[in-house]
């Protein structure tokens, strides 16, 4: 692990009711830290991507959200709209009725045909699986599939299920997949314990609506 666990972390928002004034004040947070990125609704990309221009961070946002089970040609749309926008990382959401189904091959030509017009854009792909919905069967299976799609990271959840990432889906997800394929936990994680507990477990990104909350506390814990 870093000396710093801010390279890990996505400062999230996803939240229906925010406000412009709102996302001001996080942008102005976020390029104060060496954060991995932030990650906010579609709609905002464009304003976002303008804003971050002369920054390092990453421009992320949702596609398929938060169900996954918007048809693929909406979701291409999505893809595509993102990307023009200047998301330079999207996380789509798997149809988990289809997973749930065995319509695995359908499932994989999906998510192949999206990841090849992200790399295109020299963009990353993030698959959330929302392993609140699956066994652990279902779990490595889904892993399976979005590496042979292509998939740069598989996430675990949307935050908008019953239940976020687990410890225990993390390190199975890092099995599932090669160290060529990154794990992101997201849903639930508030505090600095947990987050150095899911990059123990094998997460490479931490996705969380608390960065700054996480950070400070990082920081306090240095000082003493």
């Known amino acids: 692990m870093q000396d710093t666990v801010a390279p890990y972390l996505e400062q999230t928002d996803l939240r229906p009711t925010i406000t412009g004034r709102e996302l001001e004040n996080m942008l102005q947070k976020a390029i104060d830290y060496p954060l991995a990125g ?22 992320i946002t949702v596609i398929g959200f938060p169900l996954g089970y918007q048809m693929t040609q909406v979701k291409v749309h999505e893809v ?10 999207l996380d789509v959401v798997m149809n988990i009725s289809a997973l749930k189904n065995g319509v695995n091959i359908w499932i994989k030509g999906e998510l192949a045909q999206l990841a090849q017009e992200i790399h295109q854009a020299n963009a990353l792909m993030k698959v959330i699986l929302e392993t609140a919905y699956l066994s652990s069967e279902e779990i490595v299976t889904a892993c399976q599939i979005c590496e042979d799609a292509g ?6 959840s949307t935050g908008f299920a019953s239940k976020g990432a687990t410890l225990e889906n993390v390190q199975l997800m890092r099995k599932s997949v090669s160290a060529n394929v990154g794990v992101k936990a997201a849903g639930g994680i508030r505090n600095l314990t947990q987050v150095q507990e899911f990059i123990q477990a094998g997460a490479d990104r931490i996705g969380t609506s608390a960065g700054f909350t996480i950070l400070a506390a990082e920081d306090d814990s240095k000082n003493k």
């Open 80 to 89: 595509e709209t993102a990307l023009k926008d200047g998301a330079t990382e």
């Open 151 to 156: 998939a740069d990271f598989v996430k675990t």
């Open 38 to 59: 932030v990650c906010i609704p579609p709609y905002w990309v464009k304003k976002v991507a303008r804003d971050l221009k002369t920054t390092p961070l990453e421009i």
